[in-house]
């Protein structure tokens, strides 16, 4: 198909096989260059993906510690709400039998004498125009113009529970 002569092919051997082996060695040169590319891009990659994964693992770790701290929280809210609420409802049973018990003293020999020292304390507190009156719920209520005392059986009973240690203990601990 060529249209040299058949004796320049001998002629020619060894510029194709130099050609050849140029070309082999560029071949090679550029199949070590792509390999050394594609060997650095999946090193940049292979370290990219720890990175994601470590970047992951930390972000979720920090989130599942967010998430700990805040059940934590709640947990502990609850709690205390139900210590709370337990300890408010101590208190007012308390209290309610703390007023039964002092509504009894009414039926006690010694009420009249308990209650004519209520009325010496309202005078002495209120002065000598003070008016004192039995009050329904037991002991006396006094008045001495806008000023007023309430020394009735519920009221004594209430500030002499909160006068107790182990009542105020139910609120600091």
Do not use: N
Not at 138 to 159: F, K, Q, T, Y
């Amino acid at each position: 198909m060529s249209s040299l002569p058949p004796q320049s092919d001998t002629a020619l051997a060894p510029v194709r096989e130099a050609l050849r082996a140029a070309a082999q060695t560029q071949s090679a040169e550029l199949h070590d260059g792509a390999r050394r590319e594609v060997d650095a891009l999946l090193a940049s990659a292979r370290a990219q993906a720890q990175k994601i994964i470590a970047d992951a693992a930390r972000d979720g770790a920090a989130a599942a510690r967010a998430e700990a701290a805040l059940r934590s929280s709640r947990i502990r809210r609850e709690a205390h709400e139900l210590v709370l609420a337990r300890r408010s409802s101590v208190l007012a049973e308390l209290r309610r039998q703390l007023r039964v018990r002092a509504s009894a003293l009414q039926d006690d020999p010694s009420y009249p004498a308990f209650v004519a020292g209520l009325r010496e304390q309202c005078v002495d507190l209120l002065g000598p125009a003070a008016t004192v009156s039995a009050s329904p719920d037991g002991g006396v209520i006094a008045a001495a113009g806008l000023r007023s005392l309430d020394l009735s059986l519920p009221v004594l009973a209430e500030l002499a529970l909160d006068s107790l240690p182990e009542a105020r203990e139910l609120w600091t601990r």
